[in-house]
């Protein structure tokens, strides 16, 4: 039972883990974008940096959460 939930919780955790990435991503390019506002820049800008935390947090959990199932 712990592997099944273990599996589950690491495909949920990857896929918000994608999500977080392209947001990053996204943001990344409008920080980049000459033709913006300072402050839209500088707002996607930090909403990129938070996107790479959940990036990583979410990474690290499905990893975890992979060695549970197979373990």
């Known amino acids: 039972m712990d592997t099944l939930k273990n ?3 690491y495909v949920g ?3 918000q883990g ?13 920080a ?14 930090g909403d990129a940096i938070s996107d790479k935390v959940s990036e ?8 975890a959460h992979k060695q549970g199932a197979t373990h």
């Open 56 to 63: 990583n947090k979410h990474d690290a959990k499905a990893e």
């Open 13 to 15: 955790d990857k896929v």
């Open 18 to 30: 994608a999500t977080a990435t392209a947001s990053k991503e996204a943001n990344k390019d409008v």
């Open 7 to 9: 599996a589950a919780n």
């Open 32 to 45: 980049k974008d000459s033709n913006q506002g300072v402050g839209t820049r500088l707002n996607a800008a």
